[in-house]
Each structure stands twice: as structure tokens, then as C-alpha cells.
């Protein structure tokens, strides 16, 4: 079986290997999209549901059972180590994290101490639990990365701008500097763990980092994501983020076997810009769920040939399932991946 | 007095004509960054305040007076002309446009008739007066694009993900072209009323078309805002939209004098994109107002050599003014565009 598992087609597409098909899961794939999800989450609050190891293991296997994807993905969310080192925090339905004292100054570092494995054993053991039960599945560890995390402990939560966090960034380059060592500390440590209890590759969201120029971008951003991927080469590496056309380079070079793209260009043109031997991820706009069969059946073939022009191609949507998708067309998108995308 | 505007440097550089400095001005100088703005807003509803003539004067005035900056922008908010023609909405302070009846079926689009100059009487009056005020200094007139007012009507307020919006425009591409016709008419309309008032320039705002890939844009929204354009050649025209870097050569063929860019992508990069003989217009990130001088400093000159790239340069933010910026240093920012920014 751990044969069969190294040997799964979205860890050899992952690493650049010949694939017998294109390998596909999606981000988001696990959650609001699906009633049976929605079922076990009656009652239950998201931070809750994230350090109950019974219910991260359901959901985290609800779509790979449901869908047939190549790849499941921890449940759980970016700001779940945050929680696990006493930041006063919650996640809001309707609105996302809220963080009950931001950070606006170097005393409020102190909300952020080292994270321990024993901070979150609910991790170690729902991943060991999936592991098991995924058998040749590979599973996909994930965290937020330093700027994402910053974004949301400096704005207190969900930020359209990211005002406040760039005023910190351009106002104060000490303490955000200072800020993002810490995080890059954390985010490392969460993914160890996520590593170490089994997972097989893991993917680092930078969400936000799209929200900001190339130069700032290498300047105050890349350094710290390429210590927390630096610190995992263990597995293979995929680096995401949203709106990040112009940093695509600079997002493989901070650490990346796989760097996702979002729909906004075509995966030729990205892998042309990432530039080296890396494989690319994406990147079907997650809208397109709600149009005609034959209008997914087009964007999904295209999504298939422009990914041949990069040395490996993890097929996904180009951001998160949208709630509202049918998850019958979600399935059905497998499919037309597996079909499609046979290689010789 | 007209001959001296006709020859102002904002409209010679829009024309790409040889200019003595770097024009600047920024979008949404008039608003919430002011004291004086919101002194005069106490008790007035952003609507009503956009329907009253004697408002809108003194609030485009405003910035003109205290930054100096080279162009006047008429104060008004894309959802106006749909207000205009009864479209049941308002907007609601710290969440944006709020549309009562969302636009999802073909019996929907009942709401939408033509706007007739009769429709907006205070933005003639308003127009007129500040002509007369402005003198030498050009009024920019402006219009949301068919697809970013669409976007609105879809969803009922504003969105992160524009799902409902593409939902509509991938699943029934028939409906989706019928809406942006008839919303491509009534902004042709709002702006013809601006012009014939005695506007120097027109910005159509496209801000959500980054939404969309390049594929997508040019099939679903370019025939409909290069109509709007097309109608309106007798004065230079700026066509602007957020995380467009992908959609620069589009945006520029859809018609345009004058492309407006993000701070996402150094302007000589953007003036490559467009090609032509566009000039562009931007892109200091508009948080950049909270780092010290010296980093300003350096940007704004970074900017105006990227900018030498292009036919010819606008000075501008990359987005809108934030609600929290200081108005000195945006003040101080015109200085240091003026300044660095001269022409031998």
C-alpha cells in the first residue's frame, strides 16, 4: 500500500514524473458544498469541528469518497495554529476570522509564542486517522502563509485593502519583519506536524499575496514563505495563491515543487513565467460550476492542454469551491479530468 | 481661458503630447480622506448628496483647492444613472451599493430603460457650475462599465467572488449580453450628459473586471464597453479597472486613450502589455501613503521613470484613496510629483 502510495499519480505529477492521466482534487473540496458536510456540521462551530479529530476525518474524506479525486485535503483552517497558541480569535459564519486584538504594535507580539506538537494533538491524531484510512490516497497538509496570517492579525480579520497591513509593512518594516519570522516559525511547526503523523505533500496558502507588487512582494513577503518552505523538502511543496500573475516567479523561487495559479492566465503563460522545472496547479474558474455541460466539458480541455506546457499539472479550480456548486457537476468535472486528460 | 484648459498639462498628456511635468491627480481624491468632506456629509446621505448640485461643487472642488492637484474628478458613485432610471437601490454606509430587486431573469431587466439627460438634471447644473469654477483645470466625467455595474445588479451589493455575476454570464450568456447592452446604453448616456455639460475627459471605471480572465473578458465584456467608449471620442477617455495586469491590451482596445493601471505592475511592464499609443495611468499603491517620506519618495520617482516608458504618463493612485489616509501627505505626494516629475 505505501508503495502504491509514492506512486500515486498526484504525487508523480507533483514531482514531475510521467502520469498515467492528469491528477485533479480541488480546493475548498471539503466543506460548505456538500450537504453531507453541512449535515455534520449542525450544531458544531468551525474552530470546534477543526480540533475534533472524528469529525476533521469525515470531512476531510467526504469528497474523496464522494467525487473520486486524486488527493484529499486536511480539514481544517488557517488559522487553526493560531488558535492552538491562545490567540483570542474566532471564526464567524458570514464574515471569516475575527481576532479579538489585533496586532498594531511590538507589545502585541507577545500574543505569539512557538507552537508545540502537543498544541494541537487533535492534528497528529486525525491525520494518523486518515492516513489509514486513505490507504493510496496521498493526503495534503496545508497552513496559511506568513502574509495571509499577518493580513488577518493585523486587520483583525477579512480585509478587502489590507490597509492596515501594509501601513504596518511600509510604516514599520522592523516590526513587520519581526511579525512574519514569527508566523514563518509557527506555519513551519504546523506543517512538521502535519508531516510527521503522515501527510504526503503540502500546500502553503499565501491568499493574499496577490495584493501586493512584485518588489514588495520579494521584499517583505518572500523571505519569510522560503524559510517555512525551506523547512519542509521533505514532501512535495505546492505554493498558492489568488490574483498572483505577476509573482508567480517569485512564489516558485521562494519554495515550490507545484505553484498554483488562479484563472486569471492560462497555464502556458504562467509556466512559462515560474520559469525551471516546477509543475503548476489549477486552474478552472470556480464560477464556471454553474455553466452548461458543454461550456465545463470546453474549459476543462483547454485547462488540460495549456497544462501540458509545464513539466507536471495538478488539475484544480484556480481558488476554493464556491458553497453554492452543485456537487454533482463537481464529480462530473472529475470525470472529464480522468477522460481528458489520459496521457499516452 | 478655454484655450489654456485645451492646452492643461492633464488633457496634453492624456493626448500624449509633450507635457512640462507629470500630471497627477487620484481617484477618489473627493471623499472620505477629507475633513472638510466629511464635515459637509454630516446628515446627508451619499445619494442625495450626489443628486445636489451645490454638494457635488464644492465636493469636487475640495481636493483641487488643497492638494493641487492637475484635474478635477466630477463627484458622483457608479450606481447614479441606474438611481437615475428607478433602479430601487441605495448605498449603505460601510457596505456599498445595495440593489433591493437583483437582476437574475430576462424579466428582470424591465428595470433597466434609457437614461435621458432629463434623468440627472443635477449632474448638468453640477457640471456646468464647476466648468465655470474650475477654469484651467480639466473636470474628468465618469461611468461604472457595463460589466462592474452588472456585477452590482447581479449580486445586490458588492462581492468577492462576482459567483452570482459569472454564474449568469457562463449559464446564460443570451441574458448576460442583454443586460450589458442596456447597461452599455444608459453609461453612454450618463456620460454624453457629462461631456455636453462641458467634461474634459472621461474615466470609465471597469473596477471588478480583474474578476475575469483575459478569454472571458474579451468575450463577454469588451463588445459591451468598447460601445460606451466608441460613442464617446471627443475627448480623451481613461479606462481603469483593478487587477487588470492580464487585461491591459484588451482594456486599451476597447478604446481608450489612456489606460489606468494597478500598483500590481510596474508601468513600463503595463505600457509593454497595452502596446500602441496609449498613454497609462497610475500606480502608487494607494497604503504606500502610510510609510515614511522617504520610502514615498522613492516610489513616486520610481513611478514617474517607469511612467517615461509609456507615449504618456498620469500620475494617479493604483486604486482609490483610502477612507484613512493622512490628506498632507497626499498633498505632499502632488509636490513630489511636480517636482521629480518635470520634463526638460
Redesign the interface.
Known sequence: MAGSLAQSTFLRACRRETVPFTPVWFMRQAGRSLPEYRDLRIGTGMLESCQRPDLVTEITLQPVRRHGVDAAIFFSDIVVPLKAIGVDLDIVPGVGPVVASPIRSAADLGQLRELEPGDVPYVTEAVQALVRELGATPLIGFAGAPFTLASYLVEGGPS????RT??L???DPELWHALCERLASITSAFLRVQIEAGASAIQLFDSWA?A???S?YRRYVLPHSARVLGGVTSVPRIHFGV?T??LLAAMGEAGADVVGVD????LDVASKRIGGDKAVQGNL????V???EP?IESQVKRILDEGRAAPGHVFNLG?GV?P?SDPGVLTRIVELVHEHGRRA
Chains 1, 2 share one sequence.
Open positions: 478587502r485593502t489590507h490597509a501594509k501601513a509593512m511600509y510604516g496577490g501586493l507588487s512584485e514588495d490574483g500573475g505577476e484563472w486569471r492566465i492560462p474558474d470556480p464560477a464556471v454553474f455553466a452548461s461550456v481558488h464556491l453554492e
